[in-house]
């Protein structure tokens, strides 16, 4: 269970990690359809903050998926190195997965997008903006995800079971 959620904090900074790197590296208005509409309208003219940033950008994005790639193999791997059956790797990824979208709603969707200023930092041309003050804006895109949770903990428990 240690191990479980060492993995779910991993995960979790992981995704800030992204979130980061995506508003200060990259033009937001080609990842921005997680947030509020009228944010997204107001990203379609931004620009990288330097010349390199879109790369350095692509870099830490492509860098933080493989880590999240590799955080659910290394999870998978210790099952399978201390013989986890199909249902304790089950609740192991649901946990992993349900904590990682906890920490987006409350975290990131909560905190970061609608109570601080951390975009209008990285996009001034946002502030002001009606959307940061809407928790739930992309309530029935998270709803989606949230359903789909399960399925996900039971194609990578069943994967894991194979080995």
């Given amino acids: 269970m240690k191990l479980t959620l060492l993995l779910t904090a991993l995960m979790c900074a992981d995704l800030?990690?992204?979130?980061?790197?995506?508003?200060?590296?990259?033009?937001?208005?080609q990842i921005a359809s997680f947030l509020p509409q009228d944010v997204q309208e107001r990203l379609?003219?931004?620009?990288?903050?330097?010349?390199?940033?879109?790369?350095?950008?692509?870099l830490l994005l492509i860098l933080t998926a493989v880590i999240y790639v590799g955080i659910i193999i290394w999870g998978g791997w210790d099952g399978v190195r201390r013989g986890f059956t199909f249902d304790q790797f089950f609740a192991r990824f649901l946990i992993i997965l349900y904590g990682v979208k906890a920490?987006?709603?409350?975290?990131?969707?909560?905190?970061?997008?609608?109570?601080?200023?951390?975009?209008?930092?990285?996009?001034?041309?946002?502030?002001?903006?009606?959307g940061f003050r809407d928790f739930g804006y992309n309530r029935a895109?998270?709803?989606?995800?949230?359903?789909?949770?399960?399925?996900?903990?039971?194609?990578?428990?069943w994967i894991c079971t194979r080995f």
């Fill in 16 to 29: 800030f990690a992204m979130v980061w790197a995506a508003s200060a590296f990259y033009p937001l208005p």
């Fill in 44 to 58: 379609k003219d931004h620009r990288p903050p330097f010349r390199g940033a879109r790369t350095i950008g692509w």
């Fill in 103 to 130: 920490f987006d709603i409350i975290a990131l969707d909560w905190f970061l997008i609608t109570k601080t200023h951390f975009l209008q930092h990285y996009a001034p041309e946002t502030e002001g903006c009606a």
């Fill in 141 to 157: 895109q998270q709803l989606r995800r949230i359903v789909m949770l399960p399925f996900a903990a039971l194609l990578t428990a």
